[in-house]
T-cell receptor, first 113, second 113 residues
Framework: ETGVTQTPRHLVMGMTNKKSLKCEQH?????MYWYKQSAKKPLELMFV???????ENNSVPSRFSPECPNSSHLFLHLHTLQPEDSALYLC????????????FGPGTRLLVL | GQQLNQSPQSMFIQEGEDVSMNCTSS?????WLWYKQDPGEGPVLLIA?????ELTSNGRLTAQFGITRKDSFLNISASIPSDVGIYFC?????????????FGQGTELSVKP
């Protein structure tokens, strides 16, 4: 595997479910990101991790909980989501936080019913 | 929050035509990036620009970092059907906002064979 991978690619969940999105990067990068992409809107940065430490949380509701166990893996834990949370969730990585040429994964298409 | 103004929002062109899109900002950036996103996929980095006035090509794509550091453009020559997708610019300020990457709203390109 090369680049940035994300699983699952598609997810349908009810509002009471708990699920997790997984991201893995094979680029040796030190920074990882979660973005939300809704239709007709710019990418919204959710979380930034640098060397496994969360360095930014852009006022994201607590029903989204990130986890970065090591510099290659990033998770987004989902709990009691709302229908308006339906979107494409993108993971990205970059060599470090200062030089942010980011490389994206294919995304997880999430539908909350 | 800070925004990039990307235009046009959409383009409908004939195969073989040249395409031009641009992004402008009210503040100075140190990096400009151009991405392409296919439906259901994550953005793929096309060109990265790190120096004012820099002109960089990637096949039929050419991008320039504006001399004022507040704008960038992307040209696609002799378009083909596989150029269809959404093109995003992104800019980074290193000295403000912790080097956060700011994305444009995207330009949706349609190519008629």
């Amino acid at each position: 595997e090369t680049g940035v991978t994300q699983t699952p690619r598609h997810l349908v969940m009810g509002m009471t479910n708990k699920k997790s999105l997984k991201c893995e990067q094979h680029l040796g990068h030190n920074a990882m990101y979660w973005y939300k992409q809704s239709a007709k809107k710019p990418l919204e940065l959710m979380f930034v991790y640098s060397l496994e430490e969360r360095v930014e949380n852009n006022s994201v509701p607590s029903r989204f909980s990130p986890e970065c166990p090591n510099s290659s893996h990033l998770f987004l834990h989902l709990h009691t989501l709302q229908p308006e949370d339906s979107a494409l969730y993108l993971c990205a990585s970059s060599p470090d936080r200062v030089q942010e040429t980011q490389y994206f994964g294919p995304g997880t298409r999430l539908l909350v019913l | 929050g800070q925004q990039l103004n990307q235009s046009p929002q959409s383009m409908f062109i004939q195969e073989g035509e040249d395409v031009s899109m641009n992004c402008t900002s009210s503040s100075i950036f140190n990096t400009w990036l151009w991405y392409k996103q296919d439906p259901g996929e994550g953005p793929v980095l096309l060109i990265a620009l790190y120096k004012a006035g820099e002109l960089t090509s990637n096949g039929r794509l050419t991008a320039q970092f504006g001399i004022t550091r507040k704008d960038s453009f992307l040209n696609i020559s002799a378009s083909i059907p596989s150029d269809v997708g959404i093109y995003f610019c992104a800019g980074q300020e290193i000295y403000n906002q912790g080097g956060k990457l700011i994305f444009g709203q995207g330009t949706e390109l349609s190519v008629k064979p």
